[in-house]
């Protein structure tokens, strides 16, 4: 699957790279594609680009605040998860994101 | 210069988390690196409550964006004896990466390194080597390292 996603924390240092990269990470290891977009203290990194989002069969968005640009993912399904448990746990949380959109889809079938 | 030998504290014995921030908090006052010791530990504090900083098993990267400090700086501890962090993983924590920043700070040269430093805290050979460290000067050549990138 191909996945795009936010990340953002309050102070914006150190768990906004972190989810990033540990989602990052999951997706290597299981298999899908996933980019992340930071909205952080510097900024804006790594942004998404319209292509991606519309090659994306799910948005991942692991913030604590509200985020930047959320309208960009409109008719897409947006997963929320927290911050602090795809820190610890990135493929715990892909492997139950998969498990959602996989069942989405085939409900819709 | 975000961390100098100064700031680097290694195998130290702390019986538990808030030791090891007032522990910190003490050395940046003394240091000059924060005017206000109380105001430092407050802010770790809330920053804690918010989710806990211990990130993995043995790691936890406290951090405060305080109106407390006067310039981004980096501290470095590492423990004899592992502490619980008071995480819900249960994490164990035996290196702290404590990141100090100002509070209006973003940005910066120095804020895209720590973002670089907490992103390759992720990676599983960087770990290993932070574990490893055992003199002030391996941790400084794996920080010169996140610079150069």
């Given at each position: 699957?191909?996945f795009v996603?936010?990340?953002?924390?309050i102070?914006g240092l150190?768990?906004?790279?972190?989810?990033?990269?540990a989602l990052?990470?999951a997706?290597d290891?299981?298999?899908h594609?996933?980019?992340i977009e930071?909205?952080?203290?510097?900024?804006?990194?790594?942004?998404?680009k319209?292509?991606?989002?519309s090659?994306?069969?799910?948005?991942?968005?692991?913030?604590?605040?509200?985020?930047?640009?959320?309208d960009?993912?409109k008719?897409?399904p947006?997963?929320?998860?927290?911050?602090?448990?795809v820190?610890?746990n990135?493929?715990?949380?892909l492997?139950?994101?998969?498990?959602?959109?996989?069942e989405?889809t085939q409900?819709?079938? | 210069m975000?961390?100098t030998?100064?700031?680097i504290?290694?195998k130290?014995t702390f019986?538990?988390?808030?030791?090891?921030l007032?522990?910190?908090?003490?050395q940046?006052?003394n240091?000059?690196?924060?005017?206000?010791?109380?105001?430092?530990f407050?802010?770790?504090i809330a920053r804690?409550?918010?989710?806990?900083t211990?990130?993995q098993e043995g790691?936890?990267?406290?951090?405060?964006?305080s109106?407390?400090?006067?310039?981004?700086?980096?501290?470095?501890?590492?423990?004899?004896?592992?502490?619980?962090?008071a995480?819900?993983?249960q994490y164990?924590?035996?290196v702290?990466?404590?990141?100090l920043?100002?509070?209006e700070?973003?940005?910066?040269?120095?804020?895209?390194?720590?973002?670089?430093?907490?992103?390759?805290l992720?990676?599983?050979?960087?770990?290993e080597?932070?574990?490893e460290?055992?003199q002030?000067?391996?941790?400084?050549?794996?920080?010169?390292?996140?610079?150069?990138?």
């Amino acid at each position: 699957m191909k996945f795009v996603g936010i990340t953002s924390c309050i102070a914006g240092l150190a768990h906004t790279p972190m989810a990033a990269k540990a989602l990052e990470k999951a997706g290597d290891k299981l298999g899908h594609e996933v980019k992340i977009e930071q909205q952080g203290a510097m900024g804006i990194v790594n942004q998404l680009k319209a292509s991606d989002i519309s090659a994306a069969d799910a948005v991942i968005i692991a913030a604590d605040q509200s985020i930047e640009g959320e309208d960009r993912f409109k008719g897409k399904p947006i997963i929320r998860v927290k911050l602090g448990q795809v820190v610890s746990n990135g493929e715990t949380v892909l492997t139950k994101i998969v498990k959602v959109i996989t069942e989405k889809t085939q409900s819709s079938k | 210069m975000l961390i100098t030998e100064k700031q680097i504290y290694l195998k130290q014995t702390f019986k538990d988390r808030n030791e090891v921030l007032a522990f910190i908090a003490e050395q940046a006052m003394n240091q000059d690196v924060i005017n206000n010791k109380s105001l430092l530990f407050d802010d770790f504090i809330a920053r804690e409550g918010e989710y806990s900083t211990a990130v993995q098993e043995g790691i936890a990267i406290p951090h405060a964006k305080s109106a407390a400090v006067k310039k981004p700086q980096l501290y470095f501890v590492s423990l004899e004896e592992p502490i619980s962090w008071a995480s819900p993983d249960q994490y164990q924590v035996k290196v702290i990466f404590a990141i100090l920043v100002p509070k209006e700070e973003a940005g910066t040269k120095h804020i895209a390194i720590l973002s670089a430093l907490a992103s390759r805290l992720m990676d599983d050979d960087f770990q290993e080597a932070v574990f490893e460290i055992d003199q002030e000067t391996q941790l400084l050549n794996l920080l010169k390292k996140i610079e150069e990138v």
